[in-house]
């Protein structure tokens, strides 16, 4: 069975940090480019980031308002990858998303495989 399964969200305060896990099973975590997402409460969903190291590819992309903030990274040896998030605000307050693609891109329509989400909440 084909699974992508997110850990790691929680409460935290403005300037606080945690880390995401997104753990795959049913398939190899390192073919694929890996997504990270969120939605906001009354907004769309938005990518925030993605790490693309397949044939010996290193592209890892942020949007600009987590960029020195939040890092990605993957352990393939783990079929895991993980989302650093530093100086964390209010602003990043959603529910987050891993994502598996073909794709090197930020837009979600390019994903395969979707994880189930996890609650990010920072109070001010």
């Known amino acids: 069975q084909v699974q992508l399964v997110e850990s790691g969200g929680g409460s935290v305060r403005d300037g606080g940090s945690l880390r995401l896990s997104c753990t795959a099973s049913?398939?190899?975590?390192?073919?694929?480019?890996l997504g990270w997402f969120r939605q906001a409460p009354g907004k769309e969903r938005e990518g925030i980031s993605f790490i693309n190291n397949r044939d010996n590819d290193n592209d890892i992309y942020y949007i600009d308002s987590v960029k020195g903030r939040f890092t990605i990274s993957r352990d393939n040896s783990k079929n895991t990858a993980y989302l650093q998030m530093n100086a964390l605000k209010p602003e990043d307050t959603a529910i987050y998303y891993c994502?598996?693609?073909?794709?090197?891109?930020?837009?979600?329509?390019?994903?395969?495989?979707w994880g189930q989400g996890t609650q990010v909440t920072v109070s001010s």
């Open positions: 994502a598996a693609g073909p794709v090197a891109t930020i837009l979600d329509k390019f994903y395969r495989y």
């Open positions: 049913g398939f190899n975590l390192a073919n694929h480019v």
